[in-house]
């Protein structure tokens, strides 16, 4: 089954379908500087328009870049704190636009029917 909005993706192969804060947070711990070393977190369809990726840094830390060109940004910074990563993220994802896909900011309980 197809992520209903973004999937995670890291160079070993490790693969989740619209994780939450505490599976990025997952994700990037488990990132090091051999063979898991970096992440990438787009959305689940070709050629899609946005992405962010983690990435090590040989000097300690982290490169995040996110690209979005429906909105042309494209930002670039580093961090150490993955607490940071994973919550700036989530943040991040949940600004992005998913047409045809259903509102994540209105639970369902709460929609007019």
């Known amino acids: ?5 973004y ?11 619209d994780p939450s804060e505490d599976a990025i947070f997952m ?8 063979d898991n070393t970096f ?5 689940d369809e070709d050629d899609p328009l946005w992405y962010v990726s983690v990435t090590v840094l040989d000097e300690g830390g982290f490169e ?6 429906n909105r042309r940004e494209h930002d670039v910074i580093t961090e150490t704190s993955i607490d940071t990563i994973a ?5 991040w994802l949940a600004a992005r636009s998913f047409p045809g896909r259903p ?6 309980a709460f929609q007019n029917t």
Do not use: F, K
């Not at 994700?27 to 051999?34: E, Y």
């Not at 992440?39 to 959305?43: A, D």
């Not at 919550?87 to 943040?91: F, M």
């Open 1 to 5: 089954m197809a992520a209903d909005y």
């Open 7 to 17: 999937r995670a993706d890291s160079e070993n192969g490790d693969h989740i379908d």
């Open 27 to 34: 994700l990037v711990d488990d990132l090091d500087d051999t």
């Open 39 to 43: 992440l990438v977190i787009q959305p």
């Open 64 to 69: 995040i870049v996110r690209r979005d060109a």
């Open 87 to 91: 919550h700036d993220l989530i943040l």
């Open 103 to 108: 509102d994540r900011r209105t639970p369902d």
